[in-house]
């Protein structure tokens, strides 16, 4: 017996059988009319009814010509006989030997013979083992132009009512442990709306460590969220930007990947964010060999938003006051030394002018450069002491590491000038008493020497504490401004 005939069954092919034993598989109901089987040499697997060395199981007998009267109208006898030609006899059906076992055991015949050709598609995907082969007889015997465009049609409806029942919107229930109520509210109203537009929601859990995010999209969404803090509306002082990404599935979703491009750390407050959603259609996540082709690649979809957000645990209420508090001990710390610096230029601006005004004072009075002693007594008294206090403070905080100001050519009115401002006033006054003392006789032209050079130093002074002034106002004025 020669073995050549397959059996495909379930999601595998059986076989070789000879054609004997596969005449007792179909007798003993192993096999039915439907079945695929392929012969060694055939183009394609077939129906098993379909093959000519089978035919005659499922070839059925004519019943016989009824007899025709014996009518003297010959004519009409020849006529009624055209009508019931009879078929040739049926072919007798081989039958087994006796000696052959009485039910064909599929698994014996399995060989190390050639594979048959592919399995069918439709069969590949149908994993339960099911015939999935069911010919109909009357198309296939149509020409194709008759039968393509209808089958055609049902096959796109088939695709169309398919999509529309996977795409339909499942019920939305948000039922969020961990979040404070008008931010669950937050993201079931965004869940729950009804607009073609994309939008999106996102809410920091009570504990800080998860992210939870809301779409008005159904299905899921592959979800990349770039975040970036908004100056002076976090509780820090350092500029964050992080990267969240995550999956929204029915609407929601929980983000727990937060990777940091930017800060040590995450803060909480307000950011701007920018979203990119990418959705792939349930046909393409189900057959991946779809994805190939382009029509069902354009079922997939891209989404992109950009806002922002408050991305804080508690109420917004409760933020806006935390932020203000927070922002005022932070101006106040970020203030302080620049605030200290200006009142040490003042200071010195306060000692310069009281020192100029003495000195034109007595010069314009005193007949004698030796009266001129009397402004030096009222200096050192009176002004020398501020002027040493003041220029031995800033030289501490000059050479203090922790100020980190030694060597900084950006520090804004650093200690050391305010210190070499500070010996400029007592070097000035120092030499026009000297200057000033060497005068028998302060004859007008002499004061107006001596008031010349003296208002010359002064100003020059003058010119570098104003425009240290005007930094450190400037600066205060920056951090200060809302």
Known sequence: MIKEWFVFKGTHHLGPFSIEEMVNLYTNKELQAKTLVWKEGAAKWDAFSKCDQFAFLFQAVRPAAPSVPDIADQQVKKS???????????????????????KIVV???????????PIPLDAILDPKGKDSFKPSFQLLNLPIKKWFMPMAGVVFLIIIGWYAMTQKEAEIQLRIKGLMPVYLDKLESIATKSTTDFDFAIALSLDGKSLWASSNVPGDLQTEVKLESVSRRVLGTEDVQLVVKGKIQNHVGK??????????????????????????????????????????????????LNGSTLIYSGTPREFEKRISDYLSTIISDQLKPFQEKLESIQTLE?????TSQ???????RDKNGKSIALFEKKFIKDISPMLQSLILKNNEFANDPALNELGNTNSIAPY?????????????ASEMITKTSKYKSLSSSAKVLLKAEFERKAKAIKLQIDLNAKKLEDKIQKISKP
């Open 107 to 117: 698994s014996d015949f399995f060989d190390d013979m050639d594979l048959p050709p």
């Open 416 to 428: 050391r000038e305010q210190v070499l401002l500070g010996k400029q006033i007592g070097e000035m």
């Open 80 to 102: 009624a006989m055209v009508e019931f030609d009879l078929p040739p006899p049926l072919p007798e059906i081989p039958t087994l030997p006796k000696s052959g076992p009485e």
């Open 255 to 304: 983000f727990n990947r937060m990777i940091l491009v930017k800060g040590s750390k995450f803060l909480p407050g307000e950011y701007k964010f920018k979203i990119l959603a990418k959705q792939t259609h349930y046909l393409n996540r189900r057959f991946k060999q779809l994805a190939a082709l382009s029509f069902f690649r354009t079922l997939n979809k891209t989404y992109e």
């Open 358 to 364: 003495n000195y034109l004072m007595e010069l314009d």
């Open 350 to 354: 306060s000692l310069l002018n009281a």
